[in-house]
């Protein structure tokens, strides 16, 4: 058992340390903030281009959040990290936050790779700011809509009235998993 933390603690390390170049220490609060809005804003084309229903589900919900993150996998754990936007359509309101995780399982191999949320209801939206969410393995087995599916085609179902897709930079469909992903408001740029 002692092994298993000392090796998730290394995959923690290694996401940690792989999501610094995006929040260096050189870099002020507003360039990060700058760069989590350009980020935000490039993923959002790349979806649109990849599932162009994508775009009316964002145009209809209450809000939507857009994360940048790395996950990094040695032997049996490791970890995940990343940064993000969540922005309330009704006020136009940004709030910047962090997503940190740990996996477990036989594995090797690091990548970078984008989730986008949709909210549905301002509840949904409200409670994951001011909550971050917290998702378990329960989040893998979650349903799926397929390419003929509505406004949310494309997307995996995550919580009620929330949809998430996930890709590559390159905008590539990417595995959506959450397990062990905790999502948090960034103190520092709010």
Known sequence: MRRFYTVALCGLLLAGQASAGLFGDDKSPATQRSELKQMASET???LYKTYPKSKSAISHSAGYAVFDNFSAKLMLAGGNSG??????RSNSHVTYMDMLGAQAGL???????????IFKNKSALNEFIRSG???GAQANASAKADDQGGDAAGATSVAPGVWMYQMTET???AEATL?????SVNDELN
């Open 83 to 88: 940064h993000g936007i969540a922005v309330n």
């Open 44 to 46: 959002l084309t790349q």
């Open 179 to 183: 397990t062990g992903s905790k999502f």
């Open 171 to 173: 905008g590539l469909a």
């Open 107 to 117: 594995g090797l191999g690091a990548k970078s790779y984008r989730q986008v949320f």
């Open 133 to 135: 969410w917290q998702f």
